[in-house]
């Protein structure tokens, strides 16, 4: 079993930024691909970031491409997403992920575990 717990969500004004991060506990970290997600009210779950096990390949939904970077401290057994440039649109509860392998994923059902969501709201 894998436990995550995400934290940093919050309010911010368009424009701004947050850094959300997700703590990892149970199982060895660094044998997990990592993943972001994203659910707003009345729509689905929709993939965001993705990170490789050590944190050097990644890869982006068209939406957050060049405004949100996602990383990871194997070390501190934590996956980051730094969101910049935010807009109302972005106002979602923010998920992380976790998926056992070494092929990035961008779909939710290829993920074995999940945290219980951080909200983020952007205001205009």
């Known amino acids: 079993q894998v436990q995550l717990v995400e934290s940093g969500g919050g309010l911010v004004q368009a424009g701004g930024s947050l850094r959300l991060s997700c703590a990892a506990s149970?199982?060895?970290?660094?044998?997990?691909?990592m993943g972001w997600f994203r659910q707003a009210p009345g729509k689905e779950r929709e993939f965001v970031a993705t990170?490789?096990?050590?944190?050097?390949?990644?890869y982006y939904a068209d939406s957050v491409k060049g405004r949100f970077t996602v990383s990871r401290d194997n070390a501190k057994n934590t996956v980051y997403l730094q969101m910049n440039s935010l807009q109302p649109q972005d106002t979602a509860v923010y998920y992380c992920?976790?998926?056992?392998?070494?092929?990035?994923?961008?779909?939710?059902?290829?993920?074995?575990?999940w945290g219980q969501g951080t909200q983020v709201t952007v205001s205009s």
């Open positions: 990170c490789g096990r050590n944190g050097g390949v990644t």
């Open positions: 992920a976790a998926a056992e392998g070494v092929i990035l994923r961008t779909t939710s059902g290829q993920y074995d575990y």
């Open positions: 149970g199982r060895t970290f660094s044998n997990y691909v």
